[in-house]
């Protein structure tokens, strides 16, 4: 099998956010080439990853670059998944933006919101198929850079710009635990490719927990959650949908990467990932009640969604360690099927929230 359409679909959209960041000064044709880019870019990657997820098929790629290390990308049926929910989502998010953002006087800052909101779709869709270390970090460190710059396209408030940095601090200590992960893994393997021969139980456990704190502080697990309020109420409404949405799923499936690499057998994987769920489940309830700004109950609300497909993902560990398949199958599902179902719902929610706020002003 192989992936052109998945890059035709990557360059359409990143070539998108360059077009409209060029035409800055006509406003309405910068924001029509920005839509049109991306929105067409989602539609080719969309029915790519579906067409790959009805026939089971795996498609792999490969480049090398600075004649010593490669960027490898596969698309298996996990990626596939989360692929379609990105690209559903941004493709809804691309085509709200054109009457959302309607501020001619921020012409240029507008052309840049576009030329990023591209850049974090197409490194969203490339972390999820990423296949080897190298090519996984770089592409995960443009989605933090690119979601940094979207949070903080209103600068000239205080408090944007503090959510802002919030974020990029968490997003880099949450980097650093994946390094420390990928670290373990190489060090016992040599190689960047995602393998776990020759790891030890005590690694594998090290590198799962390193792993687990690094990419729940992207998903908003509690206690990693402290920037996530702060930082999606900050951005623009439609990006405030893809971050909630899609860009948190990101740490989800890292989870499931890490898990299904490390080949982990264990129960203790499937009961931490259980607690924290639980844990955090509770407490995001607890934590939106609270809220009287509209758009901080929705990100509190994405904590408790996160946690409920932590949920699902733990019991379907737990499922694999008992040797129950049935048990196994509906913890998967569930998790998965919540993925899906908290991206639309919750983009729908925030857009949602985003008239509200265009037409009170409040």
């Known amino acids: 099998e192989h992936m052109n359409l998945f890059f035709l679909s990557i360059l359409t959209i990143a070539s998108g956010g360059l077009l409209s960041l060029l035409s800055f000064r006509q406003f309405n044709l910068m924001k029509i080439l920005g839509v049109l880019g991306i929105s067409a870019g989602c539609c080719i990657g969309m029915l790519d990853a579906l067409s790959k997820l009805s026939h089971d098929a795996v498609a792999s790629a490969s480049f090398a670059y600075l004649n010593t290390l490669s960027l490898a990308f596969k ?3 996990l990626a596939a998944f989360f692929l379609m ?8 998010a691309a085509i709200y933006s054109f009457h959302y953002m309607q501020d001619t006087e921020k012409a240029l800052r507008t052309a840049t919101s576009y030329f990023f909101f591209s850049l974090l779709v197409a490194s969203m869709a490339l972390v999820v198929t990423a296949d080897n270390m190298l090519t996984f970090l770089l592409s995960w460190e443009l989605m933090s850079l690119s979601s940094f710059f979207l949070v903080i396209y209103d600068y000239q ?16 200590v949450g980097v650093m635990f994946i390094f420390a992960s990928f670290g373990i893994l190489y060090g016992h393997s040599g190689s960047f490719g995602f393998d776990s021969a020759g790891l030890s139980h005590t690694a594998k456990m090290l590198a799962f927990i390193f792993a687990f704190i690094g990419f729940g502080s992207k998903a908003g697990v509690f206690p990693f959650h402290v920037w996530l ?8 409404s439609h990006i405030s949908a893809v971050m909630s949405g899609v860009m948190i799923k990101t740490g989800i499936y890292g989870i499931l990467r890490i898990y299904s690499i490390l080949n982990l057998h264990t129960p203790a994987v499937g009961t931490m990932v259980l607690i924290f769920g639980m844990v955090s489940g ?7 009640l609270g809220q009287h700004d509209i758009k901080r109950l929705l990100a509190y609300h994405s904590v408790e969604n996160i946690e409920i497909i932590l949920i699902g993902i ?7 360690e008992a040797g129950n398949p049935i048990m196994a199958v509906l913890g998967f599902c569930g ?5 899906l179902n908290h991206s639309i719902f919750k983009s729908l929610l925030f ?8 037409k009170t002003g409040t």
């Not at 309020?229 to 623009?236: K, L």
């Not at 998790?335 to 993925?339: A, E, P």
């Open 314 to 320: 733990g019991i379907g560990m737990i499922g694999v």
């Open 335 to 339: 998790g998965l099927l919540h993925v």
């Open 85 to 92: 929910a990105i690209f559903a989502v941004c493709l809804l």
């Open 229 to 236: 309020p702060h930082a999606h109420p900050a951005a623009p």
């Open 157 to 172: 408030t205080p408090e944007n710009r503090k959510a802002g940095y919030l974020y990029f601090i968490f997003s880099h």
């Open 75 to 77: 698309i298996d049926g």
């Open 282 to 288: 509770v407490l995001g309830v607890v934590y939106a």
């Open 351 to 358: 857009m949602g929230a985003g008239m509200v706020l265009h």
